[in-house]
């Protein structure tokens, strides 16, 4: 049982290109959640998912696209990478009854030069 | 935007001291979860807290769920070095079902 898998682990992008994030989960959750952390701001929600085929904005979703096709899979892209972008991107997801909390990936480090 | 304070930012102790750090907010919560994040992993759930003033133990920590349901405690007894880390609230507001609400987190640094 791998839990909440994301990759890559590590990515360094130059400015203005694109890049997709992949989150699976196997734990038939149906919420799943991405935030990034930057050093003092805690963990902010970039966009997060209720089900398959649903999107939703959280906090900071500017520069961010999603997509849930599959109930297990969650994709976070960014079409235009800016150093403003730079941060460590976490994906969680969660039973719908949040009560539970979340399980967390590891994370990945995302470097925009 | 942010609704959880939490406090301090950062502590820095001797192994073998409690530790205390809590969360406050103005909003009311109907869950309160305590999660650590170790250097280069995600954050891992500790202890999770369903009713008002309801008082926990996981090992060396114990969290409470605020009378008021505005705030939360964590405190972590004789602490060691693998103590180290960020912990993390979290609560589901009262009325939003989908997400919870974090806050900023405390770094713990255990000093030998």
């Known amino acids: 049982n791998a839990g909440v898998t994301q990759t890559p682990k590590f990515r360094v992008l130059k400015t203005g290109q694109s890049m997709t994030l992949l989150c699976a989960q196997d734990?038939?959750?149906?919420?799943m959640y991405w935030y990034r952390q930057d050093p003092g701001m805690g963990l902010r929600l970039i966009h997060y998912?209720?089900?398959?085929?649903?999107?939703a904005k959280g906090e900071v979703p500017d520069g961010y696209n999603v997509s849930r096709l599959k109930k297990q899979n969650f994709l976070l892209g960014l079409e235009s990478a800016a150093p403003s972008q730079t941060s460590v991107y976490f994906c969680?997801?969660?039973?719908?009854?949040?009560?539970?909390?979340?399980?967390f990936g590891s994370g990945t480090r995302l470097t925009v030069v | 935007g942010q609704q959880l304070n939490q406090s301090p930012q950062s502590m820095f102790i001797q192994e073998g001291e409690d530790v205390s750090m809590n969360c406050t907010s103005s909003?009311?919560?109907?869950?309160w979860l305590w999660y650590k994040q170790d250097p280069g992993e995600g954050p891992v759930l500790l202890i999770a807290l369903y009713k008002a003033g309801e008082l926990t133990s996981n090992g060396r920590l114990t969290a409470q769920f605020g009378i008021t349901r505005k705030d939360s405690f964590l405190n972590i007894s004789a602490s060691i070095p693998s103590d180290v880390g960020i912990y993390f609230c979290a609560g589901q507001l009262q009325g939003s079902a989908r997400q919870l609400t974090f806050g900023s987190g405390t770094q713990l640094t255990v000093l030998p």
């Open positions: 909003s009311i919560f109907n869950t």
């Open positions: 734990m038939n959750h149906e919420y």
């Open positions: 998912s209720v089900g398959e085929g649903t999107t």
């Open positions: 969680a997801s969660s039973y719908s009854i949040i009560m539970r909390g979340y399980t």
